[in-house]
């Protein structure tokens, strides 16, 4: 478990006796603001998506932490290390809990947005694209990927985008 005041991964970190130790990972929402309408306002933001070619999935930017890695260093690193973002860390997003090829994996997740750097196509990520949240929502392959969407629309104070099967819901950028 992440120590409070590290937020380093413990090696001995187990969900209970004779289970597989659990995977930590960090990562991030990275975002960009809508562009200026002529209102003044800005329009809907962008959220960057990611293609793993190795799982041919559609994501968001996260990894493992590296041995002795803090989370908030492991989540910028991925994201430039997958994205080829520098980036500015906000608020952090709800933790995701799932098992990964059987194991347990915990991930904590940032909103966040670039400062410096671009995108090349990497051994691990093919293609990124920077869509208006409910066009990401879609694209993304895993439901649990839609929530972090929703908690960063939530804290931006954007109306959330709906989840299949519900009416339709237009997105609202303040």
């Not at 930017?61 to 080829?84: H, M, S």
């Not at 933790?95 to 994996?105: I, N, S, V």
């Not at 691990?124 to 066009?135: F, N, S």
Request: proline fraction near 10%.
């Amino acid at each position: 478990m992440p120590s409070p005041s590290t937020g380093r991964a413990a090696d001995t970190r187990a969900t209970g006796a004779g289970r597989a130790p659990v995977v930590l990972a960090a990562g991030a929402v990275l975002w960009l603001p809508g562009r200026p309408k002529p209102s003044g306002r800005l329009g809907r933001p962008r959220i960057a998506v990611i293609h793993r070619p190795k799982y041919d999935d559609w994501s968001l930017p996260k990894g493992k932490l590296d041995p002795g890695e803090g989370v908030v260093g492991a989540a910028l690193r991925e994201v430039w290390e997958e994205t080829g973002f520098r980036c500015l860390l906000g608020p952090e997003l709800p933790t995701q809990h799932y098992l990964a090829q059987g194991r347990p994996k915990e991930v904590r997740y940032w909103a966040a947005v670039p400062t410096s750097g671009s995108f090349r196509p990497n051994r691990e990520v093919d293609r990124l694209e920077w869509l208006p949240a409910g066009k990401a929502r879609v694209r993304l392959t895993h439901d649990r990927d839609r929530l972090l969407i929703d908690a960063l629309l939530e804290i931006l104070g954007a109306r959330p985008v709906r989840m299949s099967g519900e009416p339709a819901v237009k997105e609202r950028w303040k």
